[in-house]
């Protein structure tokens, strides 16, 4: 199997590191593991393309590249460029520090990533692990993520959905935010809301007196309906959500055709 990785946190970040291990015991002995990641952090650029400026790719070593450009356009930059004569059988997409439950994953360039990927008709996994005080900032944030993902992917492989459709499955995976052997179980979960949770901005003043907006997000340990992802990943279980691509309100046409047509 030829897995290509990429990410949303960059070239460098230790996510990476975590799915390259999980990559390559799903590839195997014979098989290949390419990255084509952003050269430089990318949280928050969704499905972003850079489509009104070019951008460069760098070797840094065999099968391995960073890119100027956005997760996505690191996605379109292997199928069309580096791996162009041999492409990939599966794109996974991370590993996000940081969640990517609940409303985060309309934001998240390690969504994008998959997403584009399944856009371009190929199985593609996202996968995040969630922070919580029992983690953040220890040298076994990712654990659980490490523990568990290979499993988790492989499960996936063998038993997921994997249709050829326009708007193609692609897999949205979090890892509970605990250590590799408090993880309970796995659970397929629609998305959470975290209601009164927004992004913000908080301005500040620079030396100069130029002033700046921060962005800045929310509670993520707060409550969600139970049986959603954020819930499912708070209680300590992994949480997999299929998606696709297609923005529709399907629940509405027919009642909107109806008052309008």
């Known amino acids: 199997m030829r897995i290509l990785l990429t990410n949303d946190d960059g070239i460098n970040a230790p996510g990476l590191e975590v799915l390259q291990a999980i990559a390559a015991d799903i590839a195997g002995p014979n098989g290949e593991v390419w990255t084509v990641a952003p050269a430089f952090e990318q949280s928050g650029v969704a499905h972003c393309i850079s489509y009104t400026r070019p ?3 760098s070797e840094l070593s065999e099968r391995r590249f960073a890119a100027e450009g956005t997760p996505a356009d690191c996605v379109i930059a292997a199928l069309y460029d580096i791996m162009q004569e041999t492409p990939p059988d599966l794109v996974l997409s991370g590993v996000n520090r940081g969640n990517n439950s609940g409303e985060n994953a309309m934001y998240s360039g390690t969504l994008g990533a998959a997403m584009e990927a399944a856009l371009q008709g190929l199985p593609a996994i996202a996968l995040s692990q969630y922070l919580g005080p029992k983690t953040y900032g220890k040298p076994y944030q990712f654990e659980a993520a490490a523990q568990h993902g290979a499993a988790t992917v492989r499960k996936l492989l063998e038993h997921g959905a994997w249709d050829e459709g326009d708007y193609r499955l692609f897999y949205n995976v979090n890892f509970p935010p605990c250590r590799g052997d408090e993880v309970s179980g796995l659970r397929v ?6 209601r009164d949770t927004y992004f913000r901005v908080v301005p500040q003043d ?3 007196g130029r002033r700046f907006l921060w962005v800045t997000g929310g509670n993520q340990q707060g409550p969600t309906l139970p049986g959603s992802d954020v819930a499912e990943n ?13 923005l529709t309100a399907h629940d509405q046409l027919s009642g909107l055709k109806e008052r309008l047509e």
């Open 55 to 57: 951008f460069m790719v």
């Open 189 to 194: 979960s629609p998305k959470g809301f975290r």
């Open 206 to 208: 620079s030396p100069t």
């Open 234 to 246: 708070l209680n300590g279980y992994i949480s997999v959500t299929p998606m696709r691509a297609d």
